[in-house]
Every structure is written in structure tokens, then in C-alpha cells.
């Protein structure tokens, strides 16, 4: 058979593969970015959250008189507007703090720190803290390869960058020692806790099961650190990643909780959490806790003003003088408060959200808990899927350290054996997966499924695709995301093979025609529902603001100003809607 007639052959397989038409759609397509999802079905659905989300926001952050009395609601134009120091903005930072706290199961008396700046600012936070070149016998494990060794380089800069860091603190400090610092010989690898003693670690990073590889840590591995944690609790520190950890821990409850109790834990907010992008939270044990006290005696670097932990007892000495956790930027659960406030401006807008996200969670799915079982279920849902399509396989081939949050697949497809030809059907079946669509040859064109946005696996990680599917995943999403997945890799795989069929001088028909339907929609009716949207827009603002308003001659003054605008808007509204045939 020669190589055309081997595309043809292919070419027809994939179109008998997807006769039937597309699979059922996922529930939304934000499978690349975690919780950050909001969970609706549709865009009507996400524009109704976000007036929950107002209502919300009003019945629970009050206006209050000198003495306490309940004035009127707080709205999120006033959040968003406000500062980010006093009331309310104490209130919406403790809130978040003590929900975060208790959701996760996080023991009273760790503390929980918060800042700016992501899940690596969260690492760079417990290594500056934590880390000390002055201390000889400090050892340092970090469960990834050695940056710049064969077996690090194919993870590119990401994967380096971790134990980059740490070195660069060694290499760049004055007493600092490079050779303190051990690596593993593969990502995610812990040694046994005789090992570890042994090789007289006293901190360990464990940052090679994070969300880009799909990993996590198998019930020895997981074992084996709380093994050597116990052996010494004082000067034996575990700092993990949490970003793809929790709500997805696979180890039982007991275990879970040993790890949530025993170890440091970092994450950026808009993974697990399910919160806005662009900060992190960490949490310390109470021997961590002094570990940074005594560090910050005899500081090794410079740490950057919206990174400290420790702030100075005394505020007219921020050099000399003795610096206490006490004052760092921690809730302590143990009295309910935070102990000092967030270095630098945060949103308060982002931090009410982000509660408001997790509160939802928990309503609409459960505890924590129940979140870890159903990640634990969807990866099993995975593996019974990839286990009946042989056209995939999973990049993480121990069952034991395949993560619960996160999947990586990548497609075996004996019909392809030009790596560049695979790396074109990958890249044109996610923009099907998407909502870009795909072109034919012949100008024929297929609509965007827009089931699976952003499923990139990051550059050398073994895998085609990456999906969030951690327990915020409802269990009927897994098969659906699946068998797009393969039924896009076939319809990609077809346009790819025509593509090269035209340059050889083989033309194939697609037999589609130009579908597209990207252009803004015109007409009469799309101007009259542009119309009828902008005059219930109005109306929405006009009442919002109204029923928001409880002081009498201000809510008088805004229906003074507004009430024949409103009208006038809801006469038109009704109007435009009998007109399109949508009045009931």
C-alpha cells in the first residue's frame, strides 16, 4: 500500500469513527484552569451567578452606624471601589481566611499565611522563610532532578525552576552551600525515611508532583515523608505544592489529615480554592513557625517587603530590631483573627469572590471530603476509559501517581508515525475542541465544539492533552470530555490528511460547505434583541441599585432620577420581546 493510499485509508476510518456526529457536550469547557470555573451550563446560567453573587455580597457585608445598628448593604460597586485597610475590607479578608481554613481541614494550630503574586510567589515564601545558608546542618531534599541534567532539561524552564531557585539561594549567599542541596533522580521521587535520616535532611520540597506533570504521590511515597517528619518533628520540615493536592488527596482520610497537619502546604488561589488568579496562601506547622524565628535572627538574604513573614516588633526598627510571626500575615485559627494584615494592596473585590466560589462549592457538592472521593472517582472513570481506547494511553503509567486533579493523555495512533504530522492533528484538534473550528482543504468548515478550552500538556511532560478533573468535575464531564477528545483527534486527523493529499495533487471533498458562523449576527431581529438586552440591562441597574438602597430619602432621590428611565426601559423590553415572538 503506498503512503497515499495509507492517508486514504486513514482519512476513511476516522470519518466511519465520527458518523454519528459529535458526543455529548461537556457541562462547560474550562477544563484547563481548575475550579477557577464557575460550574454554569450556559452563559445565561454565568450571568445569573453573577447576580447571586451581588445578592450575596449585599445580605452579608452590612453598613453600620456608630453603635452597630444595620444601616444597608454594601454592593460591589462600592467593593470594588474600596480600600483595601478597615471595614469592611478586615471582614472580607477573615472571612475568606477562616473558610479556606476550615473547608480544607487545616488543624487549628497551624496558621495560614496570605499574599500576592500566585502559587510561586507561595514557594519562594517558604523557601526565603524556611531556608538557611547559615546553618550547616540544614540539608535540603527536593523531589525533581537536578537542574540542567539530562534528566531535568526535557521539563524545560517550569519544571526547573524550583530547584533552580533553591540553588541560586545557595550559590548567591555568603555562606550559602550548594552541595547541601540533594535532588531525586526522577520527579516526585521521596526516599524511605531511613534514607532521609540518613542523609540528615532536615527541609524537604516536595514540588515534583505539581499540576503540569498529572502526578501525585503514592500511598508509600506519602508514608515514607510523615515517617520522617515524626522521627523529629522540630527540625524536620516538608514544604508540599497543594495546587493539584487538595481536594484531590487519594491517600484515605487519615492519611489526608496527618498530611494537612504535619507538612507545609502552598497553593495559588485560583486552583484548589477555586478563587481569583494572582495570589497564594500558605500554611505552617508550629515548629515551622519557630524554624522562621530563628532564621530571621540571623537572616541569610534580603527578603522582599511583600513576602515577609516575620515583621519587626518594634516598627521604628526594621533593621535591628527583633522580628515575630505574630505580627506576619497569618490567620490563626486558634482565636479566630488575622494576626497582621496583607503587605501591599489586595482586591477586596477578589477575596469576596473567591469565598463566595468556595461557599458555593460547598453547598453544591459538599465537603472536603467528598471532594476528595470524587476526584478519586473521575480519575477511575479515566483509567476504565483509556483502558477501552486503545488510541490513548495515560502519561503517568503508575497507577499509584496518577493524580486525582489533573489527567495527561497522549494518542497512540499506529496510522501516524511522522511526529510532525501528530503535532499538527494535536494542535488542529483542540482548536475543534475549542471554539475556532476547523477548515478543510476544500473551504468546507466545522464549528468549534467549545467542550475543552486550554488543554495543553505542558512541554515535556509525557502527554497530547491535559485536563483538570478533580472532584469540582461532575462524574458525567470525565466520559463526555473523553470522547471529544477522540472524536476531535479524528476530525483533525481528516483535515490534516487532506491538507497533505492537496499538496501531493489529491483533492478530497469534505462535503461540508462553509458553515461558519462567526460573523457578528445582523438583521432585524439581532438588532431588536441588542435593543431589548440593553433595556433589560437598565432595568436590572435601575432596581439593584434601589433595592439596595434603604435610606429613605436617598432611595426617593434615585427613583426621582431613574423611575421614567425605567419605565421607559420596561415598556421597550416588553415590546422588543412581543415583537420577536418571545412575550408569554
Not at 387 to 403: I, S, W, Y
Amino acid at each position: 500500500m503506498t503512503q497515499i493510499e495509507q492517508l486514504k485509508r486513514a482519512r476513511d476510518l476516522s470519518i466511519e469513527a465520527t458518523r454519528s456526529g459529535p458526543p455529548r457536550r461537556t457541562s462547560n469547557p474550562f477544563f484547563g484552569v481548575g475550579p477557577i470555573t464557575d460550574g454554569v451550563l450556559d452563559e445565561a446560567e454565568a450571568r445569573l451567578r453573577r447576580f447571586e453573587f451581588e445578592h450575596w455580597i449585599e445580605s452579608n457585608y452590612r453598613k453600620r452606624d456608630d453603635r452597630g445598628a444595620d444601616i444597608a448593604p454594601f454592593t460591589t460597586a462600592e467593593i470594588g471601589r474600596s480600600m483595601h485597610r478597615g471595614y469592611p475590607a478586615d471582614k472580607f479578608l477573615i472571612d475568606m481566611m477562616r473558610d479556606i481554613h476550615r473547608y480544607f481541614g487545616f488543624p487549628k494550630s497551624n496558621r495560614m499565611a496570605v499574599g500576592l503574586g500566585g502559587g510561586h510567589s507561595g514557594f519562594t515564601v517558604c523557601a526565603m522563610h524556611l531556608l538557611s545558608a547559615d546553618d550547616p546542618s540544614q540539608q535540603v531534599f527536593i523531589d525533581t532532578p537536578a537542574p540542567e541534567t539530562d534528566a531535568a532539561r526535557t521539563g524545560g524552564f517550569f519544571r526547573q525552576s524550583w530547584g533552580a531557585q533553591i540553588i541560586e539561594m545557595m550559590r548567591h549567599s555568603r555562606h550559602g552551600d550548594e552541595t547541601r542541596v540533594h535532588f531525586a533522580g526522577e520527579e516526585g521521587a521521596v526516599p524511605d525515611a531511613d534514607t532521609l535520616t540518613r542523609m540528615g535532611i532536615k527541609l524537604f520540597f516536595g514540588v515534583g508532583h505539581e499540576t503540569t506533570g498529572a502526578s501525585t504521590y503514592s500511598d508509600s511515597d506519602i508514608g515514607n515523608l510523615l515517617m520522617w517528619i515524626d522521627r523529629n518533628p522540630v527540625e524536620h520540615h516538608a514544604v508540599l505544592d497543594a495546587t493539584s493536592m487538595l481536594g484531590a488527596m487519594p491517600w484515605g482520610e487519615r492519611t489526608a489529615r496527618a498530611v494537612m497537619a504535619k507538612c507545609c502546604l502552598f497553593t495559588p488561589f485560583q486552583k484548589a480554592i477555586g478563587g481569583i488568579s494572582g495570589y497564594y496562601v500558605a500554611s505552617f506547622t508550629p515548629q515551622a513557625l519557630d524554624r522562621i524565628e530563628r532564621n530571621q535572627r540571623q537572616p541569610s538574604w534580603p527578603i522582599p517587603r511583600q513576602l515577609k513573614l516575620a515583621v519587626p516588633i518594634d516598627a521604628r526598627r526594621p533593621l535591628s530590631g527583633e522580628r515575630s510571626v505574630a505580627l506576619g500575615p497569618f490567620y490563626d485559627a486558634q482565636v479566630d483573627k488575622m494576626l497582621g494584615g496583607v503587605i501591599n494592596t489586595y482586591s477586596t473585590l477578589a477575596f469576596a469572590e473567591t469565598r463566595f466560589g468556595l461557599l458555593r462549592a460547598e453547598r453544591d457538592i459538599g465537603g472536603v471530603e467528598t471532594m476528595n472521593q470524587r476526584a478519586i472517582g473521575n480519575r477511575a472513570a479515566v483509567d476504565e476509559w483509556v483502558a477501552r481506547n486503545p488510541l490513548f494511553e495515560l502519561g503517568v503509567r503508575d497507577p499509584q501517581r496518577r493524580g486525582a486533579a489533573v489527567t495527561l493523555l497522549r494518542v497512540n495512533d499506529p496510522a501516524i508515525d511522522d511526529r510532525a504530522m501528530h503535532e499538527r492533528i494535536i494542535a488542529r484538534s483542540k482548536q475543534l475542541l475549542g471554539y475556532e473550528g476547523l477548515t478543510h482543504a476544500d473551504g468546507g468548515y466545522e464549528p468549534g465544539l467549545d467542550v475543552a478550552r486550554y488543554v495543553n500538556a505542558f512541554p515535556g511532560t509525557p502527554g497530547d492533552y491535559r485536563a483538570w478533573i478533580g472532584g469540582i468535575r461532575p462524574p458525567e464531564d470525565i466520559p463526555a470530555l473523553l470522547e471529544n477528545l477522540k472524536y476531535a483527534y479524528h476530525r483533525a486527523r481528516i483535515v490534516v490528511i487532506e491538507e497533505d493529499l492537496a499538496r501531493a495533487g489529491e483533492n478530497m471533498v469534505s462535503g461540508l460547505g462553509d458553515m461558519r458562523s462567526t460573523a457578528p449576527a445582523s438583521g432585524p431581529d439581532a438588532a431588536k434583541l441588542d435593543k431589548a438586552r440593553s433595556s433589560a440591562e437598565t432595568m436590572a441597574a435601575i432596581l439593584g441599585a434601589i433595592a439596595a438602597t434603604t435610606d429613605p430619602d436617598r432611595r426617593a432621590e434615585l427613583i426621582d432620577r431613574h423611575a421614567g428611565e425605567l419605565a421607559r426601559a420596561g415598556g421597550e423590553c416588553a415590546r422588543l420581546l412581543s415583537q420577536l415572538g418571545w412575550a408569554g
